[in-house]
């Protein structure tokens, strides 16, 4: 089956510095991808829609100039987290829609294996 | 506004059978998911549901109710390994998901 891939799986930083998180789908090319974060105990939160060749779409109450996402292949989407403070620790997860493979026929996300980032 | 209910936790047996309820009100249906998620892990796909009635698949079958906004998993022959989250999750009208908080399911031997 199709396979996104997310990295790295862990990361810790200091306050302040920025953190690239890269998600890559690795058998199919993915013109939409998702970014959600999930709080511990808590559902995935959708961040913002990411489209290739385009600017994301961002969810309410998520900040653009914090949360960059770029999308410039099919195949990969990068979520870069600019000046990172404490409350930003959490668990970032991307999904990708089959392009070939729409979800009216499998119903299903393909998702990475998420990023822990940890901010100290 | 939309809203997806799911019972936080439950509690069952190795060997049992469970049934883990999700009830949704959402701006437009087109299908209902359920994912089962590991601590720690990201999600994985184990059913997707876009008409009435029982899709079975293995171990575990869903169920869905388009007129009742309900839907269940029903998880057979429980081992170990099915201690997790279950995520129930609605594609609205823009075919946007929208999430359930999950239920916590914990196997006892």
């Known amino acids: 089956g199709a396979v996104v891939s997310q990295h790295p799986s862990w990361v810790i930083c200091k306050s302040g510095t920025s953190v690239k998180i890269e998600c890559r789908s690795l058998?199919?090319?993915?013109?939409?991808m998702f970014w959600y974060r999930q709080f511990p105990k808590q559902s995935l939160m959708l961040m913002a829609t990411?489209?290739?060749?385009?600017?994301?779409?961002?969810e309410q109450g998520v900040e653009k100039d914090k949360f960059l996402i770029n999308h410039a292949s099919l195949t990969l989407s990068t979520l870069t987290v600019t000046s990172a403070h404490p409350e930003d620790s959490s668990f970032y997860i991307c999904?990708?829609?089959?392009?070939?493979?729409?979800?009216?026929?499998?119903?299903?996300?393909?998702f990475g294996e998420g990023s822990r980032l940890t901010v100290l | 506004g939309q809203n997806i209910d799911q019972p936080t936790e439950m509690t069952a047996t190795e060997g049992a059978i469970v049934q883990i309820n999700c009830t949704y009100q959402?701006?437009?249906?087109?299908?209902l998911f359920w994912y089962q998620q590991h601590a720690g892990e990201a999600p994985t796909f184990l059913s997707y549901?876009?008409l009435d009635g029982l899709e079975e698949k293995g171990r575990f079958s869903s169920f869905l109710s388009r007129s009742k906004g309900y839907s269940y998993l029903l998880l057979k022959e429980l081992q170990m390994k099915d201690s997790a989250s279950y995520l129930c999750?609605?594609?609205?009208?823009?075919?946007?998901?929208?999430w359930g908080a999950g239920t916590k399911l914990i196997i006892k031997p």
């Open positions: 999904s990708a829609r089959d392009r070939g493979r729409g979800l009216e026929d499998t119903g299903e996300l393909f």
């Open positions: 058998d199919f090319q993915a013109t939409t």
């Open positions: 990411s489209n290739e060749g385009s600017k994301a779409t961002y």
């Open positions: 959402t701006s437009g249906f087109n299908g």
């Open positions: 549901n876009v």
């Open positions: 999750a609605v594609m609205d009208s823009n075919y946007q998901l929208i």
